[in-house]
């Protein structure tokens, strides 16, 4: 028997799979959520800033590895081969020429600036808007064609960009800028070089603009007019690009001790967290797999020579090998899924936070118990409330950009709103027009798709809004007017990054031979009701006037 770790570091916190590799099953897990994120530390919402220190991925790190390998029998420990990583992306942080993140050295441990910059950090809308307005302007390629003709706020080189102008001590020490999902590997293997990690295939096409078309990234000429501080940085990057199924490198001796494993065990090359999840989730050509939580990314993968040279517009990129290594791999997704009921219910504890847990009427260790009590009951009571609520009944039609759009066309300059409320329009009104509005959202994904001659044959999901919400699964489903798969594994991001390891670690030798093997099926079917589909046409249509007015009117 042989078996791989799958590290899956999603927003919050870090997941720890040890897989079997012939039969899929999981043998341990851990979860660890970053420290100083749930503190609240380096971010700051109301100018949509949101930075992680690198100490946070390296404690999570040890920390649920050591609580994996204590869970099972010695032989198993003795018996990992490989570990793979998936994390957010577009996540860069500046590091010094050792590789090192700036936020690791003394002078910097306190600067958010010299820390990971998280995917949903949207401070460098500015900058994204140039970046446009250069790839369309300055006479040569158009290095955004790739990434669906519009490059976003929430990836590499505008944040990179953003920074620069902001900190001129970060300016000045940064060397080069490393992903997240690039980092980890790194460390683990010793490679910290930035000239000489293996950089992924998936963070770079999706989120860095590289092609082979330019044999890799954008032109100096082209970064420099964009601003001549991004001067030289190109040659401090990298040009060769690597697939998940790629050995970054050997776990070294040092990390092998500390994490309390032994033998050789290979690193594979690192990949988003969506991108592997649809791999864990069972992909397969033109399967759309919505991997739904606090956000979502929406992945399709389609043959190379069917795609051809048709250029999907307003998406998230295309990108050869970034899902899996045979296929082009396209992404989309929603900038706020899950968040959005989760603002909600923010909203409707303030009073129960500030009164209640303010009063002294009520013992303090009884009142930490009912807001404990409420605040776990919101959303579940919201649900059952609103799905007595006939559909053409609330009146209410919402618009999902509460943080911004990324597709189609991302535009992270756009506000969510809420119109048609009456006196009448009460809490699960609201909240039933809430996640109509995030299917709709997911709606308008998969007519780009099939507007752009790329065909959807099923629906995939996976992730905590998948597993734990039949209320808005069944509202995507009559959305969407397609059936939905829910994946049976808790962890398809982690199962699909163990599957990864599994083939770099020579185990399997293609992911299509690894899903057979080491996938889990699916647990549910949602299908669409034909009177529910037919209604939320007519709503659908609404909330698209909605949306276009809020766009261009406002």
């Avoid at 860069?92 to 306190?110: H, I, N, Q, W």
């Avoid at 007019?225 to 940085?233: E, F, N, R, S, V």
């Avoid at 494993?261 to 033109?286: Q, R, T």
Wanted: with cysteine; hydrophobic share 40%.
């Amino acid at each position: 028997m042989k078996y791989t770790i799958g590290l899956d570091y999603g927003t919050d916190s870090l997941r720890t799979m040890l897989v079997n590799t012939a039969t899929g099953n999981e043998e341990a897990s851990a979860v660890m959520y970053y420290p100083r994120w749930k503190e609240g530390k380096y971010c700051d919402p109301l100018k949509n800033q949101f930075r992680q220190h690198p100490m946070d991925y390296i404690e999570v790190l040890e920390k649920t590895i050591r609580e994996v390998i204590s869970k099972v029998p010695a032989d198993v420990v003795n018996n990992v081969v490989a570990i793979s990583v998936d994390t957010t992306g577009s996540t860069p942080v500046a590091v010094d020429a050792s590789g090192t993140p700036l936020s690791l050295l003394p002078e910097y441990r306190d600067n958010p600036n010299a820390m990971f910059v998280l995917w949903k950090d949207h401070t460098a809308v500015k900058e994204a808007d140039e970046i446009n307005k250069l790839a369309r302007s300055w006479g040569g390629v158009d290095y955004t064609k790739y990434e669906g003709g519009i490059y976003s706020s929430e990836w590499f080189w505008a944040k990179i960009l953003k920074v620069l102008r902001t900190d001129e001590k970060v300016r000045k020490a940064a060397f080069s800028w490393v992903e997240h999902c690039d980092w980890i590997p790194a460390l683990l293997t010793g490679i910290t070089d930035p000239l000489k990690l293996k950089r992924s295939r998936c963070a770079a096409g999706h989120k860095a603009m590289w092609h082979k078309e330019w044999d890799g990234l954008p032109s100096e000429e082209f970064l420099v007019k964009l601003d001549p501080l991004l001067k030289g940085l190109r040659g401090n990057l990298y040009k060769e690009t690597y697939t998940s199924d790629v050995v970054a490198g050997y776990l070294t001796p040092e990390w092998t001790s500390k994490l309390g494993l032994s033998g050789k065990i290979a690193v594979g090359v690192g990949a988003f967290d969506a991108h592997l999840g649809a791999v864990g989730g069972e992909i397969k050509p033109y399967y759309l797999v919505k991997v739904m939580g606090t956000s979502t990314c929406d992945m399709l993968v389609a043959p190379k020579s069917e795609i051809g040279e048709n250029l999907v517009q307003g998406i998230c990129g295309q990108v050869d090998g970034s899902i899996t290594p045979d296929l082009i791999g396209l992404e989309a997704g929603q900038s706020a899924f899950g968040d959005i009921y989760a603002w909600f219910k923010d909203i409707l504890m303030w009073p129960v936070e500030h009164i209640l847990g303010q009063s002294d009427m009520v013992p303090s260790e009884l009142r930490e118990k009912i807001i404990a009590a409420i605040e776990d009951e919101i959303i579940p009571q919201l649900s059952a409330a609103a799905e007595k609520i006939p559909i053409e009944e609330s009146g209410v039609v919402a618009i999902d950009w509460m943080n911004g759009r990324r597709t189609p066309d991302a535009n992270q300059n756009l506000k969510g709103a809420i119109a048609g409320l009456t006196l009448g329009s009460d809490a699960p009104r609201i909240f039933r027009a809430l996640v109509e509005a995030t299917a709709f959202g997911s709606k308008k994904i998969a007519d780009r798709f099939i507007a752009e001659g790329v065909r959807i044959d099923g629906v995939i999901a996976l992730g905590g809004v998948a597993k734990k919400s039949p209320f808005v699964m069944q509202i995507v489903a009559d959305v969407m007017n397609m059936p939905i798969k829910v994946a049976r594994s808790e962890q398809a991001c982690a199962l699909g990054t163990a599957m990864a390891a599994a083939v770099a670690g020579g185990v399997y030798k293609t992911f299509e031979e690894a899903q057979n093997n080491m996938g889990s099926g699916f647990e549910k079917e949602y299908r669409p009701i034909k009177a529910n589909a037919d209604k939320y046409e007519a709503l659908y249509r609404k909330y698209s006037k909605l949306g276009d007015f809020i766009e261009k009117g406002l």
